[in-house]
């Protein structure tokens, strides 16, 4: 079916549309009205998975991106290989740009302690910029419950260049997600019954104890709280 790229798209109406839409009504909106221009980014944190798994009977063209900042938890990248096993869902790795050893050189491997801000766009949002040209649809896992920055995210965003940002998970709470992979057999990543409630890179990540919320262990004790695939966009005025 070629994909319905030219008709413009009233935000507010899809959104009011899209209100009460379950998560895979909304993956199947989105193949319907973008494909092929379609991409999910998943970083083996659970609602990245769901979808993940989703993705694999509504629409299995579209590609698994997983940005490979080189920082991962191995518990990580060992729970991305039992995913493989186990549901046949295959990743497109992005990596950074720059080399390893000329990052450490240029920037040190600590740059992260320094600069998270930078880190993050050299070793995340340069690899993903690379791979968005020609996609219409981006597809990720936030959800509006898990930090002040993410609790007015609508589930189809409008950005400068004619790309989508669709968060099929926008009104879901952690435990929807939990139902979900406990009905599909989905296993937990390793690192959470450790307390790690959002996991992200190994630098900047630590597990949250109680009262706080699910994305406090990223960035601990630095002024950043949102990652730096998430700011770099400038929507659509
Ligand atoms: S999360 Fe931390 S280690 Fe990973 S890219 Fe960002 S600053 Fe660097």
Redesign the pocket.
Known sequence: MPAATDRAIDLAEVNRALAEATPEAVLAWTWERFQPDVILTCSFQHDGVVLAHMLRTIAPAVPVVFID????FPETLAYRDEIHRRFGIDVVALTPIVPREQFAAEHGLD??AR??????????VEPLKRRLPGVRAWINGRRRDQTATRQDIQTVEAFQGGLYKINPLATWTSRDTFYYMERHGIPTHPLFDLGYASI??????RPVVAGEQERDG??AGAS?VE??LHTFLEPKS
């Open positions: 900042t080189g920082f991962h740059l992260y600069n998270p801000d930078l880190c993050c766009h050299i070793n995340k992200g890179c190994a630098p900047c990540t990223r960035w950043k990652c730096g």
